[in-house]
C-alpha cells in the first residue's frame, strides 16, 4: 500500500510496505555513527550483518505496522508501531537515513502513519539531547509526559529520554 503527501516544495513523501530490497538501505543507513549516536537505544552491534537481518526478520513477521518513507522515490527510513513487551502499551519508532534530516521527511512520515495507525493512545521516546526527534514527536501531537534512563549502546553509557504520548 503506498500513500502520499506532497512536501511543501512540491517532492513528494510517500509511505509504502517494507520490500526486501529496502532492508540492505536500512542496514547502510543504520551505520552511520551520528545517526546511531542521535537514536541512542540501538543494536549492540550494529555492522553485524546476520543479527540485522534476524532482527527484520522478526520484525516483518510480527506483523506490526511497519512502512518504507520515500522521499523523491528513495528509501528515506522506516516508521513502524510495535506493542512494548513490559509495559504492554503501543509505541511508534522511525528511522530517517542522515541525508534526509531537516528536510520534515519525519514529520510527514509519521503524520502519514499515524492517520493510517489509529491505535491511541500511542507513545513514542526520543533520547533528551535528540532534539530533531523530539521535535518531531510534538510537531505529529505527542505531549511530553515523563522521563526514563537506559542504557544506550551507540553511547556506551545511560542516557536520558523523554517519553511522550499521543492521545
Known amino acids: 500500500m503506498e500513500t502520499g503527501l506532497n512536501t511543501i516544495d ?12 529496502d532492508l540492505p538501505i536500512f542496514f547502510e543507513q ?22 540485522f537481518n ?24 522506516y516508521v513502524a508501531s510495535y506493542t512494548d513487551e513490559e509495559l ?14 531537516g528536510k520534515g521527511i519525519a514529520t510527514r512520515g509519521l503524520a502519514m502513519f499515524l492517520q493510517q ?7 513514542g521516546r526520543a533520547a533528551k539531547d535528540n532534539i530533531g526527534s523530539v521535535r518531531v514527536l510534538e ?12 542504557y544506550a549502546n551507540a553511547r556506551a553509557r545511560e542516557t536520558e529520554e523523554y517519553i511522550l504520548r499521543l492521545e
Open 139 to 150: 510537531k505529529c501531537g505527542f505531549t511530553r509526559i515523563g522521563e526514563d534512563s537506559g
Open 54 to 77: 534476524a532482527h527484520w526478520s522478526k520484525i516483518l513477521a510480527a506483523g506490526n505496522p511497519i512502512q518504507t518513507i520515500l522521499f523523491n522515490g528513495e528509501v528515506a527510513g
Open 88 to 101: 504492554g502499551h503501543p509505541e511508534v519508532t522511525y528511522w530517517i537515513g542522515k541525508p534526509y534530516w
Open 117 to 123: 495507525v489509529q491505535t491511541r493512545p500511542m507513545y
Open 10 to 21: 512540491g517532492s513528494g513523501v510517500l509511505l509504502r510496505d517494507v520490500r526486501e530490497s
Open 30 to 51: 543504520q551505520l552511520d555513527k551520528d545517526a546511531s549516536w542521535m537514536a541512542a537505544f540501538v543494536s549492540k552491534d550494529p555492522a553485524n550483518r546476520e543479527a
